[in-house]
């Protein structure tokens, strides 16, 4: 059986692969967990389901979906096709690795074999040289570049003969299919990957890859980008990389700060002003931008992201994690090792974290990357209408008076 997770494709899929060795037909699998759905906004369930409809195409229909517990239902299908083993890529988040845990010990004598990961080199792998984790991006970089990884799995949908379930929960309709993310790459690096490190941080044209979602959902995996580009966009896959480390090493960081110095910051818990933050109508426009992108697309720029962030966390005085829940709800690409460390970054509370004291301005990022208004005009148009929530320059001091009480 291969029990599919983030891994929704059968190109370059090793699990696939050790799934025939042991046998020619298997039983593919996926569990609608509601663990993992409950959190999720509709654009990101959209999504999955769309991602859901595409492999079932590629396996000619033969997709088993089910809706339920995996620690019940997982072994509960083993036994119920007399699988011998059932295949996985390995799953190195919190949740993920205490629910393998535990289906691997209710499956008994059925084996659970790990094969292969969401990334190029699984977490956990690059250590420094006193066999210690990394703990800055730069270093991790060039030991992940040194380490490499290996070539992609020779396998397709015809790699094991899939058997036809007997009974599958059926796949919510979806508007539109998943288009081919394999083409839309192509496109990505034959038209704008020559400029993309001048041209990656203005949300008002349209020079990144969206990749994103195709990596989280495991529709495409990152050897396929990294053996076709390199420089900047090669940074950005070995962050996606470093996160997954970082989180790995301190699990608890989904949740915590990594410097618990920032435990004794103050924090403000204005409702109504989240609320503002959250719809888009704070009166600074690029955040109000960024915020209805994210509501309309399940996706926002990755510059407005750190300005959103920046201007939640010191403008408003609102608890990080409080904005990591809401994107990781809304997101599409959500993906819990990124958003909560990249939330961390802005907060300051993080590895290689963005000093506290630099506070991004709203208006002066607004003319540096947008700088014709298009972006703005194309999401949030009547925001230069609004009244400003906060004045910044005062939340700024505010913020930097916050930080020099825990500084000591």
Not at 37 to 52: M, N
Not at 55 to 77: A, F, K, N, S, Y
Not at 121 to 133: E, F, H, I, M, N
Not at 146 to 170: F, I, L, N, Q, Y
């Amino acid at each position: 059986m291969v029990w599919f997770r983030r891994d929704l494709r059968t190109s370059d899929h090793p699990a696939i692969l050790a799934a025939a060795e042991r046998s020619p037909r298997a039983l593919g699998l996926f569990v609608l967990d509601d663990r993992l759905l409950k959190p999720s906004g509709q654009p990101r369930i959209d999504f999955l389901h769309r991602c859901l409809h595409a492999l079932t195409d590629e396996l000619g229909g033969r997709l088993m979906v089910v809706h339920g517990d995996p620690v019940q239902t997982v072994p509960r299908i083993a036994r119920e096709i007399g699988a011998g083993s059932v295949h996985i890529s390995a799953d190195y988040a919190p949740y993920g690795r205490r629910r393998d845990e535990a289906v691997e010990e209710a499956l008994g004598d059925v084996e659970l074999v790990r094969s292969g990961s969401p990334y190029a080199v699984a977490p956990g792998r690059v250590l420094k040289g006193d066999g210690t984790p990394f703990k800055v991006f730069t270093p991790f970089r060039n030991a992940w570049l040194d380490h490499g990884w290996r070539g992609p799995a020779d396998t397709d949908a015809s790699t094991v003969d899939w058997m036809k379930p007997e009974r599958t929960d059926e796949i919510p309709a979806v508007k539109e299919n998943l288009p081919d993310a394999l083409k839309l790459w192509e496109k990505f690096r034959d038209e704008r990957l020559p400029d993309y490190d001048k041209t990656r941080n203005r949300p008002d044209l349209d020079a990144t890859s969206r990749m994103s979602a195709f990596l989280r959902w495991g529709v495409l995996h990152p050897r396929t980008l990294l053996r076709e580009c390199d420089g900047t966009y090669r940074n950005e896959l070995a962050w996606r990389e470093f996160y997954a480390d970082v989180l790995w090493h301190k699990p608890e960081t989904a949740r915590q700060n990594l410097d618990r110095k920032f435990d004794r910051m103050e924090h403000d818990d204005d409702l109504e002003l989240f609320e503002a933050w959250k719809q888009g109508r704070t009166g600074y426009p690029i955040v109000d931008a960024g915020m209805r992108q994210l509501l309309e697309e399940g996706f926002m720029h990755n510059r407005v992201r750190m300005i959103v962030a920046s201007f939640l966390v010191k403008d408003l005085h609102l608890p990080w994690w409080w904005g990591a829940r809401h994107f990781m709800e809304h997101l599409i690409d959500g993906d819990l090792a990124s958003n909560q460390h990249n939330w961390q970054w802005v907060a300051g509370s993080g590895t290689d974290a963005a000093p506290f004291f630099r506070v991004f301005n709203p208006m002066t990022q607004a003319k540096k990357f947008d700088p014709d208004g298009a972006y703005v005009r194309r999401y949030a148009p009547d925001s230069p209408d609004i009244t400003p929530i906060v004045d910044h320059a005062v939340e700024r001091l505010v913020a930097l008076d916050r930080y020099q009480a825990i500084k000591s």
